[in-house]
């Protein structure tokens, strides 16, 4: 399952889920898991910690103005080498 930052009209940033179909995500729960819109459903698998999916998941969409600054907070985690970057 692929994670990326996804542009919204206005320029702000928020990360999202790049599938082919609609899922929902129990981030909550150990181990996180998806369930998608035709039944599937399994835990999460990351090469990054949860915490830190959570951290960028449930955050409000990041201004175009704060990019530099939250790109720049991922280069010097040393848990984010695998997470993506905000669109530059």
Partial sequence: MRFAWQVLPNGDQQLSCDTPEALD???ALEPAV????????GPL???YPLDLLRQYWNRPAI???QVP???ADL????????FPDCAA
């Fill in 75 to 82: 280069a010097g985690d040393s848990r984010a080498s695998r």
């Fill in 63 to 65: 201004d175009p103005a």
């Fill in 45 to 47: 698998e990351l090469s």
């Fill in 69 to 71: 600054t939250i790109n």
């Fill in 34 to 41: 998806y369930v998608a819109a035709s039944g599937s459903c």
């Fill in 25 to 27: 995500l129990l981030l």
